[in-house]
T-cell receptor, first 116, second 115 residues
Framework: DTEVTQTPKHLVMGMTNKKSLKCEQH?????MYWYKQKAKKPPELMFV???????INESVPSRFSPECPNSSLLNLHLHALQPEDSALYLC???????????????FGQGTRLTVV | AQSVTQLGSHVSVSEGALVLLRCNYS??????LFWYVQYPNQGLQLLLK??????LVKGINGFEAEFKKSETSFHLTKPSAHMSDAAEYFC?????????????FGAGTRLAVHP
């Protein structure tokens, strides 16, 4: 199984809503990532978890709150988002974590988020 | 800081023609380089990666790339384009320190294949 599964595929939420994005992998990967991709742009890293601990936060606003309940799951909790937060949110995973640069990251299909 | 530059935001080729997508990197240390493909409304799929084992890297779907240190390039090629190759292609690099596959992507090149 080399899949990273993201749910939901599409999400429309109001600016006062609270919602969560979910990501799951069963490849035994110990590093998991959230990326944000705006239309016609490359993905931009948001967060990195290594061994279930937050290792990197790329100065992401607090209205985005990541969580890694166990080694297979990664969540992104959303609250009080703005319309400019509308984007494709991609989850990825890779082997190991710190010090490993040459192993590929496996990406999920993404969640298309629209904030109204 | 590490970065990659993809020359040409749009490339159009005829079916059966050579595909050449350009990527140049900036790095003071040997980089690890990747090519990913993204089909519409989908995630990213790894095509190939360079990790210093061999300068000519073969990937999936008939793609290959050659690492040229003298030119700081890692261009992606395919001898004969297929309609199904139409997609967005991203070159990416990981920084020398910190690991975590903190991928730094180029701006992307949209490949169009016409009959």
């Amino acid at each position: 199984d080399t899949e990273v599964t993201q749910t939901p595929k599409h999400l429309v939420m109001g600016m006062t809503n609270k919602k969560s994005l979910k990501c799951e992998q069963h490849m035994g990967h110990r590093a998991m990532y959230w990326y944000k991709q705006k239309a016609k742009k490359p993905p931009e890293l948001m967060f990195v978890y290594s061994y279930e601990k937050l290792s990197i936060n790329e100065s992401v606003p607090s209205r985005f709150s990541p969580e890694c309940p166990n080694s297979s799951l990664l969540n992104l909790h959303l609250h009080a988002l703005q319309p400019e937060d509308s984007a494709l949110y991609l989850c990825a995973s890779s082997q190991e974590g710190a010090g490993v640069r040459n192993t590929e990251a496996f990406f999920g299909q993404g969640t298309r988020l629209t904030v109204v | 800081a590490q970065s990659v530059t993809q020359l040409g935001s749009h490339v159009s080729v005829s079916e059966g023609a050579l595909v050449l997508l350009r990527c140049n990197y900036s790095s003071s240390v040997p980089p690890y380089l990747f090519w990913y493909v993204q089909y519409p409304n989908q995630g990213l799929q790894l095509l190939l990666k360079y990790t210093s084992a061999a300068t000519l890297v073969k990937g999936i779907n008939g793609f290959e790339a050659e690492f040229k240190k003298s030119e700081t390039s890692f261009h992606l090629t395919k001898p004969s384009a297929h309609m199904s190759d139409a997609a967005e292609y991203f070159c990416a690099v990981t920084p020398p320190a910190g690991g975590y596959n903190k991928l730094i992507f180029g701006a992307g090149t949209r490949l169009a294949v016409h009959p």
